[in-house]
């Protein structure tokens, strides 16, 4: 069974920083990453990174977060840089593992991220 367990989320105020990390059990994934979701809209991704590397960025936090990934530990980090009030969410980890046949996504349980202006 598939755990990804989350850490890292908190209370920071504008302009600082904070780092998430998800750890997840089983063997390697695809391709890992973070969602987010503020109160009243739609989960939506921030970043993600595959096992080769590749990264990809929401707009809105391009140039301040900075997505890695430790594949040994299959661990995946979130750094978060000049946060803002509208980087307030609960943060998802999420990890997937993709075949010609299927893709399996698993989800962490969520960390809250509050930024304070």
């Known amino acids: 069974q598939v755990q990804l367990v989350e850490s890292g989320g908190g209370l920071v105020q504008a302009g600082g920083s904070l780092r998430l990390s998800c750890a997840a059990s089983?063997?390697?994934?695809?391709?890992m990453g973070w969602y987010r979701q503020a109160p009243g809209k739609q989960r939506e991704l921030v970043a993600s990174i595959t096992k080769s590397g590749t990264t990809n960025y929401a707009d809105s936090v391009k140039g301040r977060f900075t997505i890695s990934r430790d594949s040994a530990k299959n661990t995946v980090y979130l750094q978060m840089n000049s946060l803002k009030p509208e980087d307030t969410a609960v943060y998802y980890c999420?990890?997937?593992?993709?075949?010609?046949?299927?893709?399996?996504?698993?989800w962490g349980q969520g960390t809250q991220v509050t930024v304070s202006s």
């Open positions: 089983g063997s390697s994934f695809s391709v």
């Open positions: 999420n990890a997937q593992r993709i075949t010609i046949a299927s893709t399996q996504a698993y």
